[in-house]
């Protein structure tokens, strides 16, 4: 029996993925299963560039506002309820497109990563009571003599992931990165096409604009009523998102306005960096630039019929 066929739409951030996802979606009789990290949450619109409830209403989407930011949402967490969305859009004869810019969650649908020990408090609490001690750039330095390989794709202030790779090791002895080597075929025949305009000038371009129209639609107040809250932190996987971290130094005290939409803006360019370079190292990947929705089409029909 032949496995299901699922589309992968990815790119880097503001490349134009949800324009073309729509009209992807209207001529394959396809619904839309967000893959990003940000978009999971609830009352972070403007800063994610959630897509209107207008654009919702006229294609239906998933994994969208389903859980609060005090909530963090995980790799495992993304797979389970992809994987449920994948099939519920199949058992009523319509094609899942998955779009977004969260690389990780891509590769874990298309490689799925071996079973992986569940989270222990006590073993948690024990690592976060010394990062606060130590400082997680420290943590991470414990990481790399411990675990060199999944040091060097971790970033050393990505609090979450040095936290679960230490936990592993700690819970089974072994590195996290030579479990994660074993891994298992996909259950889907997938698709994968990227966007990406046809110079970085032009996606830093639009990067630019897009934020300074999210600050035209209220991106402050929205991060100023998640401030207030008092129930969130900078810790959180939701307030790490790229632009609300800036957003909320900025009102703590750090900096003054123009120094944040600085950081705002270096930090989209080297997401989107690191997003373009892991789609450059997929092998079998075909990429289009944006306005090409004509072209994508084609493609994923004449994928479709193999």
């Avoid at 400082?135 to 609090?159: N, T, Y």
């Avoid at 129930?231 to 307030?239: G, N, Q, T, V």
Wanted: aromatic share 8%; hydrophobic share 45%; proline share 6%.
């Amino acid at each position: 029996m032949q496995a299901p066929f699922i589309v992968f739409l990815m790119g880097p951030t503001a490349c134009g993925k949800t324009n073309i996802a729509i009209e992807l979606a209207e001529h394959l009789n396809a619904e839309i299963i967000s893959v990003d990290s940000a978009l999971v949450y609830q009352g972070m619109n403007i800063g994610t560039a959630k897509p209107s409830p207008a654009l919702l209403a006229q294609i239906p989407h998933h994994l969208i506002d389903i859980c609060d930011p005090a909530q963090p949402y995980s790799v495992a967490d993304f797979c389970t309820d992809a994987q449920k969305a994948i099939a519920d859009i199949q058992s009523r004869g319509k094609l899942p497109l998955l779009v977004g810019g969260t690389m990780m969650y891509f590769n874990a649908l298309k490689q799925p990563l071996s079973q992986l020990p569940s989270s222990d408090p006590k073993v948690r609490v024990r690592i976060a009571k010394q990062a606060a001690e130590e400082g997680w750039p420290l943590m991470h330095q414990q990481l790399a003599k411990l675990d060199p390989d999944s040091a060097r794709v971790i970033h050393a202030h990505d609090a979450q992931r040095i936290a679960r790779a230490l936990e592993v090791h700690a819970l089974t002895g072994l590195p996290m990165s030579l479990q994660l080597q074993q891994e298992k075929q996909s259950a889907y025949r997938i698709c994968p096409i990227a966007i990406m305009p046809n110079n970085r000038q032009i996606l830093h371009t639009q990067i630019n604009q897009r934020f300074d129209a999210m600050l035209a639609q209220g991106f402050m107040a929205e991060v100023e009523a998640l401030y207030h809250r008092g129930d969130l932190s900078e810790d959180l996987p939701a307030i790490r998102s790229v632009g609300y971290r800036q957003a909320w130094r900025y009102l703590a005290g750090e900096g003054d306005f123009t120094l944040m939409r600085d950081h705002i803006l270096a930090a989209t360019r080297q997401l989107a960096k690191r997003q373009v370079t892991w789609l450059r190292s997929w092998a079998d990947l075909t990429w289009f630039v944006p306005f090409s929705s004509a072209s994508i089409l084609a493609y994923v029909q004449k994928r479709r019929q193999e």
